[in-house]
T-cell receptor, first 113, second 111 residues
């Protein structure tokens, strides 16, 4: 009954590969997000979607492409992985009208070698 | 969004109240104060938020000064499981608003 679930939890891959991280929320929320936490532990927003529509797109390389097939899913696809992409990626969601009351998943640890 | 300033770390004894301070002297009238925490190797967890009145829920209390330039998160009876990084964030609530996480304060609860 996990509220915001991400898969995979751990991913080790080689430079240049393409990989995806999937996210699903069963809370009925309208807004979903992707955050990145780097090795220095800074947590930064990458994207937010509201009911499948892109709302926030921070300065993220276009190798990163979010896809929202429906409002319960927001997947993150990364092309041509680089060493600097190694980080923990958190998916999150929030209900309509809740401002910034956001519920985070447990994170996906991506290591690029 | 306004920036916040938090001490890098603090500790408290288990069972005692933990009072976590935050300065946000440039906060705007429509900006809320949010608190999140991140326990090691877990995703951030929402704790509480407020605009100008003090707020309390099952996790904590939030005390906001009258001029709104600072606030204190109070964990009334800290447990070892409260050891985490606590983030104080100021943000509006519009459609394009976002949470900007700083370094936070590392709270260590000692037995």
């Amino acid at each position: 009954d996990t509220a915001v679930s991400q898969t995979p939890k751990y991913l080790v891959t080689q430079m240049g590969n393409d990989k995806s991280i999937k996210c699903e929320q069963n809370l009925g929320h309208d807004t979903m997000y992707w955050y990145k936490q780097d090795s220095k532990k800074f947590l930064k927003i990458m994207f937010s979607y509201n009911n499948k529509e892109l709302i926030i797109n921070e300065t993220v390389p276009n190798r990163f492409s979010p896809k929202s097939p429906d409002k319960a899913h927001l997947n993150l696809h990364i092309n041509s992985l680089e060493l600097g992409d190694s980080a923990v990626y958190f998916c999150a969601s929030s209900p309509r009208g809740a401002g910034n009351t956001i519920y985070f998943g447990e994170g996906s640890w991506l290591t690029v070698v | 969004d306004a920036k916040t300033t938090q001490p890098p770390s603090m500790d408290c004894a288990e069972g005692r109240a933990a009072n976590l301070p935050c300065n946000h002297s440039t906060i705007s009238g429509n900006e809320y104060v949010y608190w999140y925490r991140q326990i090691h190797s877990q995703g951030p967890q929402y704790i509480i938020h407020g605009l100008k009145n003090n707020e309390t829920n099952e996790m904590a209390s939030l005390i906001i000064t009258e001029d709104r330039k600072s606030s204190t998160l109070i964990l009334p009876h800290a447990t070892l499981r409260d050891t985490a990084v606590y983030y104080c964030i100021v943000s509006s609530t519009g459609a394009n608003s976002k949470l900007t996480f700083g370094k936070g304060i590392t709270l260590s609860v000692r037995p």
